[in-house]
C-alpha cells in the first residue's frame, strides 16, 4: 500500500470550560480523546456517530481551525506542526472544507463572482484576464448558471443547494487534495441531498480528490464511502471497509445505529431486531471509566467497567474496541 496522503496519531482535543480566573479548577471538554487515522489519495473516509461524538471536532482540527492538544497530524508524511510558513500556505491550500451550513461559511458582502475569484487571485492560480474565465468553468463543473445576474447574486439571494454547489466550488478552485465535509447535505431537500451527493462523486472521479466525510445519516454513508470510522464520546469504537461495517458490525453502538437506521422495505423492518439503548451519553467533562459505552450498552459486564478495551482485529482492515467483539453475535442473540 502506497504512503497515506493524510494520516492522524493519537490525535486529542481538549476544550477548558468555565472562567478563566478559575484556572486552578477548570475542568475539561475531551472532544477527541486519542484517535488515530489515515486517509489514501482518492478515498472517502467517513466519520459516523451521534452528535456530540467529536467528529466535526476532528475534521476541524485536522484542517487547522481547532488546536489539537496533543497528537500529530501529517500530510504527505509530513507534521503539518513542524511546516515552514511557505509550506503551511500549501497545506492550507491543499486542504479545505466544506461546512454544514454554507451560509454561516459566506461573506454577506461578496457576490458569487467575487467568493470563487478571491481564492484564485490570493492563491495566484490564474492572472486577471484570466479570471472571468475560469470562475465560469467552476460554476459549470458545479451545476450553477454562469450568467451575469448569477454572478452578481449575494448569499441571501441563492437556495440552500445553490450555497453547497458554490461552496464546493470555491473548494476546487485552489486544487485541493483533500475535502473534509461536514454534514455537507443534512441541512438540504431530500431530492437536493442526491444532487449534491452526486457532484461529490462526480468531482471525486474528475479531480481524484480525497474526502473526510463527517456524518449521522448512515445512508449517505454507505453510498459515498469507502471505509467508515465509528466514534463515540471522543474516540473510535469501530473502523473498516463501507461493507464490513454494514454487513458485519462487531461493537454493540455500531449495531445499534444501524437497527435506529430506517429500511425502507416494512418487512424488513419489522424483522430486524431492535436495539434500545437506555441512559444518557455520558458528560464528555466527566467520563466513566473502562468503556466509555458501557453505561449504554445492552451486553456489557463488570470488565467493561474496570479496563478500557484494546481493539480487535477481524482481518485487515476491519477494528473493534470492545471486549466482546468475537462473541457479539451470540450476545446479541440472547438479548431477543
Known sequence: MTEPLLEVEDLKVHFPVGDEWQKRDRRMVKAVDGVSLSLQRGEVLALA????????????????????????????????????????????QKMQMVFQDPFDSMNPRKTAFEMIAQPLLLNNIVSKTELLPEVLRLFEIVGLSPSKSYLSRSRYHLSGGERQRLSLARSISVKQEIIVADEPVSALDISIQGQVLSLLRQLQKDFQISYIFISHDLSVVRSLADRVIIMYLGQVVEEGTTEEIFKSP???????????????????????????????????????????????????????SEKQPAFMKFGKSHSVACHFADQIDSKMDNLT
Open 49 to 92: 456517530g451521534e452528535s456530540g461524538c467529536g467528529k466535526t471536532t476532528l475534521g476541524r482540527s485536522i484542517v487547522g481551525l481547532d488546536k489539537p492538544t496533543k497528537g500529530t497530524i501529517k500530510f504527505k508524511g509530513k507534521a503539518i506542526n513542524k511546516l515552514s510558513t511557505e509550506e503551511r500556505k500549501v497545506f492550507r
Open 250 to 304: 462487531k461493537h454493540p453502538y455500531t449495531l445499534a445505529l444501524l437497527a435506529a437506521h430506517p429500511i425502507p422495505d416494512p418487512v424488513l423492518s419489522r424483522a430486524r431486531p431492535r436495539i434500545v439503548l437506555t441512559g444518557d451519553v455520558p458528560s464528555p467533562i466527566n467520563l466513566p471509566s473502562g468503556c466509555r459505552f458501557h453505561m449504554r450498552c445492552p451486553i456489557a459486564e463488570s470488565v467493561c
